[in-house]
């Protein structure tokens, strides 16, 4: 299946390693022009030797942590320099925060920040050029917690917070030519993931995990959730818009 995204301009927010390195590469075999964001430039240094080889054209590398920057003049910067975005990928948040499901609003303020609001800034900057020209893909790395609701309760709320944003903003960008949608991963194991040390240490949660949690009686790979989301920023998922879609191994 041609895809159609040579040379579109696709910017990853969360580039360097596991899901979001995985689509990195992913566009890089479809021949886009990619620049990455994330905080380590030595993981950014390698991901763009790879992408290059891999295929893309040019594979710019920007070092940013945005839990401590403005957003909003972050994304500005970036359109700059760059110009309008094809795509926009954030691949950003995680469950490695607070648990404390009793704590006050500054641990639920970062997990929101950290999961939802941080993009949701940048989008404020991206989105309106992409509608003043008619086209454009948003796609946001959700979690299949923000329906499962299992977990850590805070993470899992802050992906719901997520998707609700998707469906209702989505809704709006409809008829403008912009989508916007998730994709929802399961558990998804690759190095340095928070599976991984359980899987090298033969954890018996792991075999628990994996029989009461996943159809599929496996983790998912970095590759499996690029290979959706490429798809979603093609022109072939122009019929679902505001969708939040499951790539979970049947998780249960």
């Given amino acids: 299946m041609d895809l159609n995204l040579k040379g579109k301009l696709v910017l990853i927010v969360g580039a360097s390693k596991g899901i979001g390195k995985g689509i990195a590469l992913g566009f890089a075999a479809e021949e886009c022009r990619i620049v990455a964001i994330a905080r380590s ?32 003049k972050f994304a500005r910067n970036l359109l700059k320099k760059y110009g309008v975005f094809d795509v926009v990928v954030h691949n950003v948040g995680g469950s490695l925060i607070s648990r404390n499901h009793l704590g006050g609003a500054d641990d639920w303020n970062y997990a929101l920040k950290f999961n939802a609001v941080a993009a949701i800034d940048m989008n404020s900057m991206f989105i309106p050029p992409m509608i003043e020209r008619g086209t454009g893909r948003v796609i946001h790395v959700s979690s299949i917690s923000a329906v499962m609701l299992r977990g850590n309760p805070l993470y899992a709320s802050a992906k719901a917070f997520l ?14 030519g912009v989508l916007m949608c998730s994709v929802m991963p399961g558990a998804v194991a ?3 993931s928070y599976w991984d040390k359980f899987v090298k240490e033969k954890n018996p949660r792991v075999e628990d995990f994996l029989k009461h949690h996943q159809a599929a009686n496996r983790f998912g790979t970095p590759e499996e ?10 022109d072939k998922s122009s019929f679902m818009q505001a969708t939040n879609i499951p790539v979970d191994g049947a998780n249960m």
Avoid: H
């Avoid at 992408?51 to 920007?62: F, N, Q, R, S």
């Fill in 41 to 72: 430039e030595e993981l950014l240094l390698r991901l763009k030797e790879e992408a290059l080889k891999c295929g893309a054209p040019m594979c710019e590398t920007v070092v940013c942590d945005i839990m401590e920057c403005n957003t909003q």
């Fill in 163 to 176: 998707n609700a944003y998707i469906t209702t903003v989505g809704r709006q960008l409809a008829p403008t």
């Fill in 190 to 192: 690759f190095p340095g």
């Fill in 225 to 234: 959730i690029a290979n959706a989301i490429v798809f979603m920023a093609s």
